[in-house]
């Protein structure tokens, strides 16, 4: 079983970056497919980024070109670099693995990180 926590929220205006992590312990990231959600006030929970455990990368249409999941085993440690950030992207921003070995989509997650975008 993996553990993960998200940092790096924050309040930024819009066209700014910011640069979330989710830090596993337990096992290693590259045991997963790990994934980025977030989860806007009234909004149903969205899928934004994922990255393989062969490093393939796939974005949510809303982000594609502005945000880049990647993965630093090193430090058991994922990343989401969000540029061009816009208001609408405010949310709750949420870390997932997805055991290999269990069905059903992902399986562990984050406690979330806030971030909002300012106009």
């Known amino acids: 079983q993996v553990q993960l926590v998200e940092s790096g929220g924050g309040l930024v205006q819009a066209g700014g970056s910011l640069r979330l992590s989710c830090v596993a312990s337990?096992?290693?990231?590259?045991?997963?497919?790990m994934g980025w959600f977030r989860q806007a006030p009234g909004k149903e929970r969205e899928w934004v980024a994922r990255?393989?455990?062969?490093?393939?990368?796939t974005y949510a249409e809303a982000v594609k070109g502005r945000f880049t999941i990647s993965r630093d085993s090193t430090k058991n440690t994922v990343y989401l670099q969000m540029n061009s950030l816009k208001p609408e992207d405010t949310a709750v921003y949420y870390c997932?693995?997805?055991?290999?070995?269990?069905?059903?989509?992902?399986?562990?997650w984050g406690q979330g990180t806030q971030v909002t975008v300012s106009s």
């Open positions: 997932a693995a997805d055991d290999p070995y269990r069905t059903g989509g992902y399986d562990y």
């Open positions: 337990g096992r290693t990231v590259s045991d997963y497919a």
């Open positions: 990255i393989g455990r062969t490093m393939i990368t």
